[in-house]
């Protein structure tokens, strides 16, 4: 028989410790809500926001672009005609190339690493073939940089269009690279895929409004 002396009690055990069923609560408790400790997965949804502030920068610069275009008047014989094929095959580029990421993204869920990162790559190829007819048209463009506020604008649009090509093509290539056998992308970790697919995805949509405002309109 335990003696105890005068104002001392017996320790409760720690929570969880010889309790079956505290311990199964507290098992429960951690694998609420996708196994994150409570704190849902939201990474998506941060850069979702990211580029929606980004799609403002972008329409703060069609903005411009369409108020500059009309109230300020170009040099005689200056024209805003622009040549129409080179642009138009690079939006079918850019299009077909959403297509071909989505492919890989499809493969990676089905557990096809070879055809994950053979769509990887030609997704990675059309956006730099993307680029290059970019700057073949620069160089064919019939006004300059600092022509104009209609030249400026256009060039500033195109150009940081082109910067999120840049980005997108490289950020494929690491995918592409962390796809390998034994990298950290894989069907249990595709959100390096998804988050590029996103972006890329995005800034085909940009193209698509650039492309009718600037070459269309």
Do not use: C
């Not at 009690?9 to 929570?15: G, R, V």
């Not at 411009?64 to 170009?74: C, E, I, S, W």
């Not at 557990?111 to 769509?119: A, E, S, V």
Request: hydrophobic share 45%.
């Amino acid at each position: 028989m335990t003696s105890l002396s005068p104002g001392s009690a017996i320790s409760p055990p720690p929570l969880g410790q010889g309790d079956p069923a505290a311990h199964d609560t507290l098992a429960a408790g951690h694998d609420h809500d996708g196994g994150h400790g409570g704190h849902p997965d939201h990474r998506l949804f941060g850069l979702g926001m990211f580029l929606v502030a980004d799609g403002m920068t972008f329409a703060g610069f069609f903005a411009a672009y369409l108020t500059f275009r009309a109230v300020n008047p170009l040099p005689t014989g200056s024209s805003y005609e622009l040549e129409l094929l080179l642009p138009s095959i690079n939006t079918v580029l850019l299009l077909v190339s959403s297509f071909t990421f989505h492919r890989a993204g499809s493969a990676l869920k089905a557990g096809d690493g070879p055809r994950t990162r053979r769509w990887l790559l030609i997704s990675a190829g059309l956006g730099l073939t993307f680029l290059a007819g970019q700057l073949k048209e620069y160089f064919s463009l019939p006004f300059g940089l600092t022509d104009n506020l209609f030249a400026s604008t256009f060039y500033a649009i195109t150009g940081f269009h082109g910067l999120h090509v840049s980005l997108g093509a490289l950020m494929i290539l690491i995918v592409w690279w962390q796809s390998r056998p034994g990298g950290s992308v894989s069907r249990d970790n595709p959100f390096p895929l998804e988050a590029t697919e996103l972006y890329w995805h995005f800034v085909d949509g940009i193209w698509v409004v650039l492309y009718g405002l600037l070459y269309l309109l």
